[in-house]
Nanobody, 113 residues
């Protein structure tokens, strides 16, 4: 089971840190992706962190967002800086290994003045 948290309302230029917490064991074998979705639009890939810990990012967030993981806490973080109104969406994390994947329920991020 995955649970996202940390969403909320923030002004343009502000920051938020999202968490994706997993229950169960063997968290370290899972790669974690972050996605976001605006109603009526397809889900958009935001970034990824593999088991080795090296993240990758979509062009729209590169340089502003940072993904990290703490395997001891079974948690992956999405640090979001310099937020713009275009970052407003529901953010989801996905854990995957081989052909198994789990999704969280999502957390709303709203960037507005």
């Amino acid at each position: 089971q995955l649970v996202e948290s940390g969403g909320g309302l923030v002004q343009p230029g502000g920051s938020l840190r999202l968490s994706c917490a997993a229950s169960g064991s063997s968290f370290n074998v899972f790669s974690i992706d972050w996605y976001r979705q605006i109603p009526g639009n397809p889900r958009e890939w935001v970034g990824f962190i593999g088991t080795g810990g090296t993240p990758e990012y979509a062009g729209a967030v590169k340089g502003r967002f940072a993904i990290s993981r703490d395997n001891a806490k079974n948690t992956v973080y999405l640090q979001m800086n310099s937020l713009t109104v275009e970052d407003t969406a529901v953010y989801y994390c996905r854990a995957r290994v081989l052909d198994v994947e789990y999704w969280g329920q999502g957390t709303q991020v709203t960037v507005s003045s």
